[in-house]
């Protein structure tokens, strides 16, 4: 896989990364002198947005922008980048309870250090719900600083800004329960990894950055970047399905195995209950169903492989990204915006983490 960040991401994430530092060192200092006790979980937020992350969202929002006509140096499009890395966070803090996470980005995730800080201090009640429930309070708090980031948009892409929330979660509750019904329809899958990251990642954002600058033309832009998005942000998250199911822990932050341990209804995993023997099917049946340990996870991947559904999943990835890059030659974005786009799909489909 290569390893090179192409260059229209990296100038993206800088100014998004100084304007949620600026933004954020504000709030957490103007809340901890209301309260001490608000410094450490305002705090949580800055410290798990700035702790990681690859700014995808913001930067296909950018350039998006800047094909339409939008001021590459406007104060707007940095703080909508901002927003949807808010709202990605807003997503993380929740997603970890719900998957009982203890790590996000090699780091203890907050739940878990509220609860040991309750536990430490010998407080009242239980440490599992005062930790849970101080991160799902946060994650509320980043959740409505994301909406106050974009106040003063457009109608039009006031309406994307929320489709694209509405998905987000209708995108999580899918996946909640999946997991607990141990979905392994290839369909059903995909649908589910449409809805949980990519159409959140790479078609609302483009949407979203398009319709800032040019809101007159949203019959005609919508419909190409869709074309370009769509496939693109599938490929995107099959690619992190194939990171969460063989990614290694020192590149991509996670337990090796992570989805799999989690019972997560991925069409990888489905590929292979499609493909499997009634002797490996035995054996991916308990996934979701028992606690896996290091060699069953082992055991699956190896099934995975021979099955030949990792083989059929990245040729289907590749795929994917060939019909968002045919996409792209007819959306009417300048050269340079083209390039820029170009190389985030190549980046977002042959990722390391």
């Given amino acids: 896989m290569s390893q090179l960040v192409p260059s229209g991401l990296t100038s993206v994430a800088r100014r998004i990364e100084s304007r949620l530092d600026s933004f954020l060192v504000g709030e957490e200092n103007r809340w901890a002198r209301f309260d001490d006790q608000l410094a450490g979980p305002v705090g949580e937020i800055r410290r798990l947005v700035l702790s990681g992350g690859k700014r995808l969202r913001p930067a296909f929002c950018h350039w998006a922008f800047v094909g339409a006509g939008g001021d590459p140096t406007s104060r707007i499009i940095d703080d909508a980048g901002a927003a949807l890395e808010l709202l990605h966070a807003f997503a993380l803090f929740h997603d970890d309870i719900m998957d009982g996470s203890l790590t996000r980005r090699g780091a203890a995730v907050t739940h878990e250090l509220y609860a ?59 996946d ?77 932050g996670k337990p090796v195995g992570d989805d799999l341990r989690e019972g997560k209804p991925t069409p990888l995993l489905a590929r292979a209950c499609e493909r499997a023997t009634p002797a490996e099917m035995e054996v991916l049946d308990r996934v979701g169903r028992d606690e896996l ?58 990722r390391p983490s």
């Fill in 116 to 174: 040991d800080e309750h536990r430490r201090a010998g407080s009242a009640g239980e440490s599992r719900r005062y930790g849970e429930g101080i991160a799902i309070l946060v994650g509320d708090l980043t959740f409505v600083y994301s909406d106050q980031l974009l106040t003063g948009i457009s109608p039009a892409a006031q309406a994307i800004w929320h489709e694209l929330r509405i998905e987000l979660n209708v995108g999580q509750l899918l």
């Fill in 176 to 252: 909640l329960m999946g997991s607990a019904h141990r979905e392994r329809r290839r369909d059903k899958a995909e649908q589910i990894c449409r809805y949980k990251s990519g159409k959140y990642t790479i078609e609302r954002p483009l949407h979203l950055g398009a319709m800032i600058a040019a809101p007159d033309r949203e019959a005609e832009l919508l419909p190409l970047l869709s074309a370009y998005g769509l496939p693109l942000g599938d490929a995107f998250q099959m690619r992190d399905d194939v990171l969460g199911a063989f990614g290694e822990t020192q590149v991509t």
């Fill in 293 to 350: 340990d290091d060699d069953s996870v082992r055991v699956v991947q190896e099934i995975i492989v021979s099955t030949g559904a990792l083989r059929d999943m990245e040729d289907t990835i590749e795929r994917l990204t060939t019909e968002a890059l045919t996409a792209l030659e007819v959306i009417p974005f300048d050269a340079a915006v083209k390039t820029h786009l170009t190389e985030l799909a190549e980046y977002v489909s042959d």
